[in-house]
């Protein structure tokens, strides 16, 4: 049995998010295709995914104990009083996301050194035991409340597999030899109480992340999966052995392939998760691309760090390095390999030793921000429908350069080929792009052309297409 389909059943109003558009709902839409063959229907998504998915970009903001000292290695245990922020404060850290086109953001609450930015008493190494605010504060608290006065999603980032305070390796107590032992099955009682804590007393997440994914009992590790699914039924697990609700996509160059699928292969045995999936070559590639006959839903994460160009590649802060600061017409790059190919954008934040997130940071995705509204605020025309063929009329012959195409993925992804034309004059279709795959959002670019009409041809596919929107804009 795979975890992830008991989450299916769970219904899409505990966490309601107005601003990422309506919901793909799967009672709105028709009953699931059959493909040829009698085989099972297509892999569908369940709510919580498609929120993911329609969400497109995130922030993972980095702040963790070792940027508050100054000192990076992985196995220091440093003394929790030296973590004291002095300016930090989440409205600085939100303030400005949403003008950037943000969604969804995500904190890392929980990080190598295995220091906790919540109220807990899992183990005395946390916020308790800071001067930051006399051991009162809670940055998770303050962070989900800042995400929900902005309407933005709340994610929790959340490790397992390093802790240094615990002298945990890849999952194992002892420096990763502790398998089996009674010391390992403490730590095991610590994460699920943890686990328990970060998803019931912050309210409806988008997102759990956990970093290098999770392991389960039967490997010799905590029970986390059911106390996800108990406490946050509409949120998306990100990973685990048997249930990998996203997938990362093989890369932090900012770039997913093309054609790029949402589905992925079940392993045998069940297995799923960019760890399994990684540890055949053949596999390995399907992060990139996903599978179009794959029979698991799991959509691709192309996350970078804000700083990550120019010989920079940081997810913490460090020193004079904005020259790393990526300019918006690069992250317009990564936008269109990225959202533009079926996938989500999440960029890292860093966030410095004051818990400030520079200026120079938040100019540069402003700026991005700002672009993306100009070239996709608002669409030249634009429809829906269903079957082979789709035709739009403009208003009147314009020159545009961009056409955006979604599939209701609610009914799973169905194109495999197709081709986009536009009328040029008379009878004449000039081909403007071509495809294979679409699923929550494929964004062709081309040559400025004048055109009265497009349309999409769709020449392959497993069931009848079903698209949810079919666009066109003039950005030059």
């Not at 969604?103 to 946390?126: C, E, I, K, L």
């Not at 685990?240 to 996509?249: E, F, I, L, P, S």
């Not at 400030?356 to 100009?374: C, S």
Request: with cysteine; aromatic share 10%; proline share 6%.
């Amino acid at each position: 049995m795979i975890a992830r389909r008991t989450l299916l059943k769970a219904g899409a109003g505990a966490l309601s998010l107005t601003a990422l558009g309506s919901l793909q709902a799967a009672e709105d839409s028709p009953p699931a295709p059959t493909v040829a063959g009698g085989a099972k229907p297509h892999p569908l998504p369940s709510p919580a995914q498609i929120r993911w998915q329609e969400a497109e970009i995130g922030l993972l903001y980095d702040f963790i104990l070792p940027t508050a000292v100054g000192n990076h290695n992985l196995r220091k245990v440093h003394d929790p009083k030296l973590y004291n922020p002095k300016s930090l404060d989440t409205e600085q850290w939100l303030d400005w996301a949403g003008d950037a086109g943000v969604r969804y953001a995500v904190f890392t609450a929980h990080h190598f050194s295995g220091f906790m930015q919540w109220q807990s008493d899992a183990y005395p190494y946390g916020l308790k035991q800071a001067a930051w605010k006399n051991g009162k504060g809670d940055v998770a608290a303050d962070f989900a409340e800042s995400c929900r006065k902005r309407n933005i999603g709340c994610g929790f980032y959340y490790s397992v597999h390093i802790n240094a305070y615990h002298q945990v390796w890849k999952y194992y107590v002892n420096w990763g030899k502790g398998k089996g032992t009674p010391e390992q099955a403490a730590y095991n009682r610590i994460c699920e109480r943890q686990m328990d804590e970060l998803t019931r007393k912050y309210g409806p997440l988008i997102q759990i992340w956990m970093d290098s994914g999770s392991i389960t009992p039967s490997e010799g590790g905590a029970d986390l999966v059911p106390i996800f699914e108990k406490n946050q039924p509409d949120s998306v697990f990100y990973s685990g052995t048997y249930r990998a609700d996203v997938r990362w996509v093989g890369n932090e160059s900012g770039h997913a392939g093309n054609p790029n699928y949402a589905t992925m292969p079940i392993l045998p045995g069940g297995r799923v998760g960019h760890k399994q999936w990684m540890q055949t070559p053949e596999h390995r590639k399907l992060l990139h691309s996903g599978d179009p006959n794959g029979n698991y839903w799991c959509p691709a994460m192309v996350d970078i760090p804000i700083r990550g160009r120019r010989g920079v590649h940081d997810w913490y802060w460090f020193p004079n390095k904005e020259r790393g600061i990526y300019t918006a017409d690069e992250l317009m790059t990564v936008y269109y390999n990225s959202v533009g190919r079926n996938s989500n954008m999440v960029v890292g934040i860093a966030v410095d030793p004051d818990g400030v997130v520079p200026q120079a940071d938040i100019d540069a995705m402003l700026a991005f921000g700002k672009e993306l509204k100009r070239r996709f605020g608002k669409a030249v025309a634009e429809t829906s429908g269903k079957g082979a063929a789709l035709e739009l009329a403009l208003p009147r012959p314009r020159r545009i350069d961009h056409v955006v195409l979604q599939e209701q993925i609610a009914q799973g992804e169905r194109v495999r080929e197709y081709t986009v034309e536009g009328l040029t004059g008379g009878d004449n279709w000039r081909e403007l792009a071509k495809g294979r795959s679409i699923g929550h959002k494929w964004i062709h670019r081309f040559d400025p052309v004048e055109v009265a009409k497009i349309r999409l041809r769709v020449t392959s596919s497993t069931a009848e297409p079903r698209i949810r929107r079919m666009a066109c804009f003039a950005t030059a």
